[in-house]
């Protein structure tokens, strides 16, 4: 019986795979035998971004750390962003709308730091986005399941 997020979240997590890229980063997609809810959280979570790596890096990463602890919000408040420049540039020049990200992080924190800081910042913006909409799926998800 599955009768916490991070149950569900560990139950999710085995129907990704992934794939090591020749510059050694994985690579995260789902299974092709998954549950319907995991689909769906897979895309409610890219929040009408087409289909993308790095929102599935962060999926996984906020399932992985939903597994990992008792409290979803101290989780959340947890969110690391890339240390590195080439990662943070990567991220950011890989969809065009990243972009908006950084500018929503600027507006909420009146930040007119360096651009770096504009960009870590956006990358927090997005992956705190993600967690949300993640951990919005698993309690959804976990409140079906108690009424089945």
């Avoid at 035998?33 to 409610?44: D, I, Q, S």
């Avoid at 979570?45 to 790596?53: F, G, I, L, Q, Y």
């Avoid at 408040?77 to 990567?90: A, F, Q, T």
């Amino acid at each position: 019986m599955i009768d916490t997020i991070q149950t569900l979240a560990k139950g999710a997590l085995t129907h990704f795979k992934s794939k090591v890229q020749r510059d050694r980063h994985l690579l995260w997609s789902l299974k092709v035998k998954r549950p319907g809810w995991v689909y769906e959280m897979v895309f409610f979570a890219h929040n009408s971004m087409p289909p993308e790596d790095y929102k599935y890096q962060f999926i996984v990463d906020a399932l992985f750390d939903f597994g990992s602890c008792d409290d979803p919000k101290a989780a959340i408040s947890k969110i690391k962003v890339s240390p590195y420049y080439k990662d943070l540039y990567s991220w950011l020049a890989s969809n065009s709308e990243r972009p908006n990200y950084c500018d929503k992080y600027a507006q909420n924190t009146a930040s007119h730091g360096n651009i770096i800081e504009l960009i870590r910042g956006g990358q927090l913006t997005e992956k705190r986005e993600v967690y949300s909409l993640v951990l919005a799926s698993l309690q959804k998800q976990l409140k079906e399941t108690d009424t089945a």
